[in-house]
């Protein structure tokens, strides 16, 4: 134990003599959880901008503008009187979505001749092409509706009549976990950790790539009295306990200030988030025992990480991944945090549905102790090859 | 003009030679951009989620409410995989991530619609991924408004009205729906071409900030310059370097941003020349930003991909392609323009995507030459104060 604290001491004092790298990790992570926390303050996109093409030109087109104006998740940003104009504002990028309004219509309308109103949508922004979509498509069945209301009507229903005509079956949508809907409650729950993490595997990379590289393997080794165990823990504890204390406030404003929705316990949450860098670490010495090149294992780690935002699973689900994929995300940490989160925040479940990740994050340590016995195994090599 | 020639060439082969003579750039360069495009499209190849696991409540057991279980086990989001004698069943399988999404048919559901009033269908989504509630309600609201007009008919045929009349009350207004571009809204087509710019944007600037750190780390800051060329212009330096990169970056954009897209069929609208002519730019400003940003701040080899990498999940969202461009705040959108990945980004998608010719990207076109112009100028700085500051 004070061998540890010994070897913590000294690097802490290499950090004060070059804070430089910590501080702007530092920073990063401010700067994303800040980015994402005012970006997103909407919760959902609203007013997306959208257009009419509108070749009738008659009252019931001008309505409908003025309908979908009136709703909060999109806007009519311009009326194009040709298909060709609001194609090329879609490519320009400058609408998602708009609707088609053949000329015609409205008397096709009076005439009960069902005319044909075009929904062009652009899923390749997925979010806001499908959103808009979804917008614009209500809007539709409110205008059928009102038409058949007022054909009702004219045949002599009554309100309630007419409703349970034209209204037959409702959803009534509950959304567990996130009622709201919230992109940003979706988003940031999985990738201010990733991100805290990400960090603190490739910083592991960086610091042990370091010792090799500037020689002070050997000082580092002799403080810990030779135990490769002690010098790891004792170089790494400085930075595991300032990640995860970073990861802590970040929790705490998200689910404090900011509201999101928590249904389980925080003690389980606390547990997860505790285990989460020391995991991170935990992955990235074992990369650096077993690929002694730093700059290669540095490569390998950084591809290892950058897969872990997707391998997480929250943004893509993993089942419909191929299989594959399905056990390589038991190897990353973020995505047994990204479980317990699910279990504990959404469903408000117990260590007895997400103990299995919970063991995994814990399993993490055997990695690094492999690792670190690897890390031993060159050490000797480096210290009996002539100088 | 001969001589600034000799000079550009000079240095251009220079470059090369050390490209190829320093493994970590080699790594970045060639083995980099082929792993992550081919890893990323294999974990986004199957586009979709089909049969999202759900539970079914039916406590009206009546005609109507069979024949919705039926239709919603027959839609391609979902698979009715339980059904269940009451709430408290399905919300366990639902805690134990058995399903995704219950749907609920209360037992007043038959006398509701026999009465003809509005019957209530409960849908209960689990929100741990958008991709459950898409598929649960985008694919109940599809079969929601299939099951309507069924009822509606019914409901009319009963009042006396049927036949052409009916079938025109109950949808007055047909809309045709067409999804322009990505018409099957797969997640891959419309990730997967932004994180490829992104890879590109990603190894160019990891490559130059490698090179720089270590010319620094070796105390060698100066090996950028050919000795010749010490006294001479800046500008020649650095183009000549530029000449390099773009020179590497051709055989490199054509495997990512063709070869890939090629071989995982995703969308490729675009025309070969507006898209080549699109990159020029785009490299160049790529090329001058990373040897700005790595002449003034990279010590190390590694320090830039130490501090940098975790900067491209922000690079992707501050893109605009997730959230829109038209809903950032202001700040983060002047700030996104810093790099060249956003128009970089938002110019390819909308080319590869939906097949924009230049002129429909002429923003993003214009945005890439001014940050090459001024990046141009930020090198040559950069390369200055090495010169004044770090002497060898």
Known sequence: MARIARVARREMRRVVKKPRYLILLTLGIILTFTFFATMMREGQPQRLPVAVVDMDGSYLSRRLCHEINATQGVEVVAV??????????????????????????????????????????????????????????????????????????????NEEQIMGLIMPVEFDTHLVGNPWASYQVYLMTTLVPAVIAFIALLQTLYLMGREWEERTVRSLMKKAGGNAFVALAGKLLPYTVHFTLLLLVAELIMFGPMHFPMAGNWPLMMLACLLLVPAAQCAGVFIAGCIQDPPLATGIGAVYGALCFSLSGFSFPIEAMPNVFNGLSWLYPIRHFYRTYCDVAIFGNGLEHCWPHICALLGFGVLGMVGAAMFARHYRQWERRPA | MKLILQDIWEVFTAELRRVFSNRMTLLVFFVATVIYPLAFCAIYNTEYMHNLPVAVVDESRCEASKRFVHKLDALPEVDVHFRCNNMAEAEQLMRDHRVHAIFYLPADYGTRLADMRTARIGVFCDMSSFYYYKNAVVGGSNLLIDEMHTIELERYAMAGIDGEQASNLVQPVVYDDVKLYNPAGG???????????????????????????????????????????????????????????????????????????????????????????????????????????????VHEKMSGVLCGLFFSVLLFFLSGVVWPQSNMPRFWLAFSYLFPSTPGIQGFVRISSTGAALHEVRGEYLALWVQAGVYFITACQSLRFIKKYRKP
């Open chain 2, 187 to 297: 997640f891959g087509s419309f990730f997967i071409p932004a994180l490829l710019m992104l890879v590109l944007h990603q190894t160019l600037f990891f490559g130059i900030t490698i090179m720089a750190g270590e010319a620094n780390e070796s105390r060698r800051a100066l090996h950028l310059i050919p000795p010749r060329l010490r006294s001479r212009s800046i500008h020649r330096v650095t183009a000549g370097r530029a000449l390099c990169f773009i020179l590497l970056y051709i055989p490199i954009s054509c495997f990512v941003l063709w070869l890939v897209p090629r071989w995982f069929s995703l969308p490729q609208l675009g025309s070969p020349l507006t898209l080549a002519a699109f990159l020029l730019p785009f490299i160049l400003a790529v090329t001058f930003f990373g040897m700005t940003f790595g002449n003034f701040f």
């Open chain 1, 80 to 157: 194009y009187d040709n298909h060709t104009a609001a194609r090329l504002a879609m490519q320009r990028g400058e609408i998602f979505a708009f609707y088609e309004i053949p000329k015609g219509t409205y008397n096709d309308v009076l005439q009960f001749r069902s005319p044909h109103f075009g929904l062009y949508s652009n899923p390749a922004y997925l979010l806001a092409g499908t959103l808009s979509y979804k917008q614009l498509a209500t809007m539709g069945m409110l205008a059928a509706g009102a038409v058949q209301r007022e054909v009702l009507r004219k045949k002599g229903y």
